[in-house]
């Protein structure tokens, strides 16, 4: 029997177990939206991730592979809330993800949902999560590596904004890597418009890479994903995780009441240490828009491949590289994106 066939006939079995009528009750209407798969042609494999109330699964489209994200509400005593929430960051999710079409963000294939159990379905990108890739790391990355790879994110990162939605938990769990290895932004589960993002909200972000200003529930803007920004940088130079000798409670205490940062490594090239400081700057203004960080990282890869370091970066003014990329980002100006027409949801 061919492997496809094999596949094939665990179909059956393989959608009882994820759609049987246990959990929680979702008040939804089932049509025919646009996005909504074939669950016929659709085959669920092996778990890879989970999250609090999501799972990841390798799995089969129209024989292609795919990631599935698996959304199941659970037995919910608070009279069905948790319910309205998770579903209500499904429709989110999908109806954001379904609109950003870039090479540096995931590819969105399809949603289905089988109240209480919902999916995404995406691309299935091969090498994992930068997360994974760094852990296994035994050395510290090249300076050519760290600013093509922070490039991907950074161009990502542009698109996203100039379609006026702000990630909000931009870490390297959510940034994935493909057999090319090209970086692409990922997890947009609690992604928002920029004209309607919730201080208040309880599913925003993660402490270790969150802004300030998410921390204390003040009001935002998409600096918040640049700030995030910074951290992953300085990652990718330290080959540390932010704050590892805290914990995430500890580190948004330092981040808020200390303005705490990470320490940039001594060998660090100073024009490479200005970025980072100037991304995760207390105060959001002072931090450049995604389209400038792009713009920086080009003429540190034109600076590489001509010197083999930063030394000959151009357009900068002075020898003070600090403030050097402070002109130059200055200099390229702020981007002023025009709003996006707020779309109208397609799981409504």
Same mark, same amino acid.
């Given at each position: 029997?061919?492997? #496809?066939? $094999?596949?094939? !006939?665990? $179909?059956?079995?393989?959608?009882?177990? @994820?759609?049987?009528?246990?959990?929680?009750?979702?008040?939804?209407?089932? !049509? %025919?939206?646009?996005w909504m798969v074939d669950l016929s042609k659709l085959f669920i494999g092996l778990r890879f991730?989970?999250?609090?109330? !999501?799972?990841? #699964?390798?799995?089969?489209?129209k024989d292609e592979s795919v990631a599935v994200k698996m959304i199941r509400v659970p037995d919910d005593i608070d009279d069905g809330s948790l319910g309205a929430r998770?579903?209500?960051? @499904?429709?989110?999710?999908?109806?954001?993800? !379904?609109?950003?079409?870039?090479?540096?963000?995931?590819? @969105?294939?399809?949603?289905?949902?089988?109240?209480?159990?919902?999916?995404?379905?995406?691309?299935y990108l091969s090498e994992g999560s930068l997360r994974a890739y760094l852990h296994k790391l035994e050395e510290i990355l090249p300076l050519r590596k760290v600013v093509s790879m922070a490039l991907d994110i950074a161009r990502g990162m542009a698109f996203i904004h100039s379609q006026g939605v702000i990630h909000r938990d931009l870490k390297p769990e959510n940034i994935l890597i493909n057999q090319d290895f090209q970086l692409k932004i990922a997890d947009f589960g &609690?992604?928002?418009?920029d004209t309607s993002c919730d201080p208040l909200a309880d599913d925003s972000g993660t402490y270790r890479w969150m802004a300030p200003e998410m921390i204390k529930r003040k009001s935002y803007s998409r600096k918040v994903d640049v700030y995030s920004f910074g951290l992953i940088l300085w990652e990718m130079v330290a080959g540390n995780i932010p704050y590892e000798d805290m914990t995430p409670i500890q580190a948004a205490f330092a981040v808020v009441? $200390?303005?705490?940062?990470?320490? &940039?490594?001594?060998?660090?090239?100073?024009?490479?240490?200005?970025? &980072?400081?100037?991304?995760?700057?207390?105060?959001?203004d002072r931090r450049p828009d995604f389209c400038q960080v792009v713009k920086v990282l080009e003429? @540190?890869? %034109?600076?590489?491949?001509?010197?083999g370091?930063?030394?000959?970066?151009?357009?900068?003014?002075?020898?003070?590289h600090k403030k050097g990329i402070l002109h130059l980002i200055q200099k390229i100006g702020p981007v002023h994106h025009n709003p996006s027409p707020k779309p109208k949801p397609k799981f409504a």
């Open positions: 029997m061919k492997i #496809y066939d $094999k596949l094939k !006939s665990k $179909k059956e079995s393989a959608w009882t177990k @994820f759609f049987d009528h246990g959990g929680g009750k979702v008040t939804s209407v089932e !049509s %025919a939206d646009e991730a989970h999250g609090a109330h !999501s799972q990841l #699964y390798h799995g089969c489209y998770l579903e209500k960051q @499904f429709t989110r999710e999908v109806t954001l993800l !379904s609109r950003l079409h870039h090479q540096n963000v995931i590819k @969105f294939k399809g949603a289905c949902r089988k109240p209480p159990v919902f999916c995404i379905i995406t691309e &609690i992604a928002c418009r009441n $200390k303005n705490f940062r990470p320490a &940039i490594p001594g060998d660090c090239p100073a024009a490479m240490k200005a970025l &980072i400081e100037q991304c995760w700057s207390l105060q959001p003429q @540190f890869e %034109a600076s590489l491949a001509s010197d370091n930063l030394n000959k970066l151009q357009n900068l003014p002075c020898q003070d």
